[in-house]
């Protein structure tokens, strides 16, 4: 690269360091029927010999097609590491000769799935579905779904299913800090969504009235992987009784259009995340970062107790803030039933994925597909009356289908992983630690944050600008923090995140996006004393300053500390913010050439 290319990286890389000012939501989710669909090239009907019967083709022995399964799922597991490789293009060949001689019968959905889903999706897209033909987005599929797969029953372990979720829902809401809608994005280049193998790389994430819901949708992709069934709770608006939007939620009655829901005058409203265990509905509310607590507080609360006990619902209201917004009164009153949203990724309804899900066993283990029929029946049994409905959530398949045909939102998910580009070093500790392979990576991230000189980039040809340094430093010190919260290494966690509200001074206009770290610090600061029943640090980190909707989940944790022990002692006074550094706007790339993000 030459030395004006490198100052033009660099420009633009700072460009995308510095947080915009526009915090508004980017441009609604098509309807699903409207989205563009996605050329492969390849006639999807099966081929047909002169007889008009499906061709098959012979074959391969056992020892040579277990082979080719094993090089192309290694292929695919190295090809984060090996970014800009041709590691998905040799795995898709491999996958293609793999399922040679496979029956075409085998590439169909089951007839309760197909029309399930074309009362969901255009046609053609249901047909896509039954390709026989592998593809980038089949690996990039099974690329997630193997990380998510990982991340999942290591965190959940294991034991009964409810205490498994629990644990899955409390890594989700400690690694991923909430940021508020545009806050990830310029004046070039907005913040789009994003979905749940990005947030796992930059550990951060927007929710905005239910529509965007990141956070939820990668809590629900990791539930998926240790085989429970998740999805989002929407109701209607009764026409005498309007619930409220809490303030916190940034919602209006555009955003609320924006669910693409509307079936009458009154447009739904989607509310929570529900998981299905021993046939109940559990509800996670990932904006606030909590569960809904159950009957006197304790446990987590079905959806038959909150429809049933008025208090579940109340308890979560907070005096001087917005109403939580749903309450038992506008779940019984509302118009319609209660609908189902699901994950609308395409690759889960896929029968290619079903074919290879059976394949895979020991160490290569993955959760690819989901009958989608099946799981209508599971949630309509666990809701009984109030039933309204399967559907698919239009936001991950709209995340889908621009990764792969839109430049400029692909340019914007990479604005907001500019520190994970190939050439820096924080990518491949990042991975390692989302992997479980803890020892390489804290030995990366400290080599990452302590080295004397400034790291070299990956060729070993240029070292590393100083503003990325920085912010490499912010990533590698907060993400040591994180491993060693994950194993339980309270003491060396509380040590990297108190470094890390050393670093940080507070977010603002003009200031690099990692500076909202700071309330995840503290968010964790709090949680790690609170277990040490430490009642003075807790409820300071607590009420520390948080414009997310996470911050009226930790006041109504610093609430219950209170009632716990009213005469206790008051919260302690925390240590002033440093000064923000000044930062300068450098120019702009005018002509960027984004290329899809991993």
Request: include cysteine; glycine fraction near 8%; hydrophobic fraction near 40%.
């Amino acid at each position: 690269m030459n030395r004006f290319m490198m100052k033009l990286g660099v420009a633009a890389t700072m460009l995308a360091l510095v947080a915009g000012c526009d915090y508004g939501a980017p441009e609604p989710p098509p309807e699903l029927d409207s989205l563009p669909h996605v050329a492969t090239g390849v006639d999807v009907t099966p081929d047909l010999d002169a007889g008009g019967r499906a061709q098959s083709i012979a074959p391969r022995a056992s020892d040579e097609r277990s082979a080719i399964l094993e090089s192309s799922i290694t292929l695919i597991q190295r090809a984060a590491l090996k970014p800009g490789g041709d590691n998905f293009k040799l795995a898709v060949q491999k996958l293609n000769h793999y399922f040679d001689g496979t029956s075409p019968a085998d590439y169909q959905l089951d007839p309760p799935a197909m029309a399930y889903l074309l009362t969901q999706l255009p046609p053609q897209m249901v047909r896509e579905l039954q390709n026989r033909n592998w593809s980038l987005r089949d690996a990039r599929h099974l690329e997630d779904c193997m990380m998510y797969y990982g991340i999942a029953n290591r965190v959940a372990g294991v034991g009964e299913n409810l205490a498994r979720v629990r644990k899955v829902f409390d890594w989700v809401i400690h690694q991923v800090q909430l940021v508020p809608a545009g806050s990830l994005g310029s004046n070039q280049l907005p913040q789009v969504y994003a979905r749940p193998y990005d947030i796992l790389l930059r550990g951060l994430a927007t929710e905005s009235a239910g529509f965007w819901a990141e956070r939820t949708w990668l809590f629900m992709a990791l539930c998926r992987q240790i085989g429970l069934d998740a999805g989002l709770l929407a109701y209607s608006r009764s026409q005498t009784l309007e619930p409220l939007i809490p303030r916190y939620m940034i919602a209006t009655e555009f955003e609320a259009d924006l669910l693409h829901l509307r079936r009458g005058p009154r447009a739904p409203l989607i509310w929570i995340c529900t998981v299905l265990i021993d046939g109940k509905a559990y509800l996670f509310d990932a904006r606030l970062g909590m569960e809904i607590p159950g009957p006197g507080g304790k446990g987590v609360a079905t959806l038959d107790q909150a429809m049933t006990d008025p208090e579940i619902l109340e308890r979560m209201n907070l005096p001087g803030e917005s109403p939580y917004g749903t309450s038992r009164a506008s779940l019984v009153s509302s118009p319609t039933k209660i609908t189902v949203f699901i994950d609308s990724s395409q690759g889960y309804f896929s029968p290619k994925m079903r074919l290879l899900q059976r394949e895979l066993g020991g160490k290569n283990r993955t959760i690819l597909y989901r009958d989608p029929a099946d799981e209508r029946d599971r949630f309509q049994d666990a809701l009984g009356g109030q039933f309204g409905g399967l559907t698919l959530w239009g936001l991950p398949l709209e995340v889908e289908t621009r990764l792969f045909t839109d430049p400029q939102f692909v340019a914007s998910i990479q604005s907001s992983l500019i520190l994970f580009r190939p050439e820096f070093p924080l990518i491949y500790a990042r991975i390692k630690h989302l992997r479980g392979e803890y020892d390489e990576a804290v030995q990366e991230y400290v080599k990452l944050r302590f080295a004397e000189n400034a790291p070299q980039v990956v060729d070993r040809h240029k070292t590393i600008p100083k503003e990325i340094q920085d912010g490499l430093d912010v990533y590698a010190t907060y993400y040591l923090a994180l491993i060693h919260l994950e194993r339980n290494r309270l003491d060396q966690a509380e040590l990297m995140f108190r470094q890390v509200l050393d670093m940080l001074p507070e977010p603002g206009p003009n200031q690099p996006y990692y500076n909202m770290f700071r309330w995840g610090a503290n968010a964790n600061l709090a949680s790690i004393l609170d277990a040490r029943h430490d009642r003075r640090g807790a409820l300071a980190y607590y009420l520390a300053p948080d414009p997310t909707s996470h911050r009226v989940g930790k006041l109504l944790r610093a609430r219950q500390i209170v009632l716990d022990d009213p005469m206790g002692a008051a919260p302690a006074k925390l240590p002033d913010a440093p000064a923000p550094k000044p930062v300068v706007r450098p120019p702009a790339n005018p002509n960027p050439q984004p290329q899809r993000s991993r």
